[in-house]
Every structure is written in C-alpha cells, then in structure tokens.
Nanobody
Framework: QVQLVESGGGLVQVGGSLRLSCEAS????????MGWFRQAPGKEREFVAA????????YYGDSVKGRFTISRDNAKNTVYLVMNSLQPEDTAVYFCSAGIIYYSWDYPMARKYPYWGQGTQVTVSS
C-alpha cells in the first residue's frame, strides 16, 4: 500500500508559477512510477506528467509540455510538479498517483495507477 498526500496548490494569477508536492508513505517509493493528473469541473481526468522509478524518464501531456516539470526525490519519498506560465485552462484539481509501469505508452493512462492522493486545487485567475 502507498498513501499519497499532495500539497502546494492555491490561487495564482495568469503567467504565475506553483510547485506541487506529493509525499508518499512507506519504504517502497522508489519502486513506483509517479504521475500527475488533473480534473476540471465537468471534464474527464487528464494526464499531466509522469516520471519513472529512477527519475530517468519523464512524460508530459501535450497541453503542459514546455511549461511544467516533474521531478522526484526518492530519499524524501516525494514527487514534485513545477508549473510555470499558468493559464486559466490549467485550473483543476491536481492528483498525484503511483503505479508499477512497464511500458512507456502506459504512463499517461490513469487506470495503470492504483494509488491516488486526495488532490489539491489549483486556480489560475485572469
């Protein structure tokens, strides 16, 4: 079992930045690929970014490429999402997730992640 707790969300103006953190419980954090997904009201959950167990591979959704950066610190059991140049369409609840991922094409698929945090709200105001 892995328990995930997100933090760092909040209200930011257009063009601003935020850093989300997700801390995992347990000693097996380094075994898991980690993902960030988001869900806006009335919309489906959307893949944002993912990172392999070692941090050597990263993946991004098309809408955030070049603006968001995912990273992890296995010593701290924490994954981060730095979000720059935020836009109103980035407003959503952001969820952290963990899973055992074998293939690169599986990283963007929410159903491959059995463990989820409770989410943190990000609101970008214009």
């Amino acid at each position: 079992q892995v328990q995930l707790v997100e933090s760092g969300g909040g209200l930011v103006q257009v063009g601003g930045s935020l850093r989300l953190s997700c801390e995992a419980s347990g000693r097996t954090f380094s075994r898991y690929a980690m993902g960030w997904f988001r869900q806006a009201p009335g919309k489906e959950r959307e893949f944002v970014a993912a990172i392999s167990e070692s941090g050597g591979s990263t993946y991004y959704g098309d809408s955030v490429k070049g603006r968001f950066t995912i990273s992890r610190d296995n010593a701290k059991n924490t994954v981060y999402l730095v979000m720059n140049s935020l836009q109103p369409e980035d407003t959503a609840v952001y969820f952290c997730s963990a899973g055992i991922i074998y293939y690169s094409w599986d990283y963007p698929m929410a159903r491959k992640y059995p463990y989820w945090g409770q989410g943190t709200q990000v609101t970008v105001s214009s």
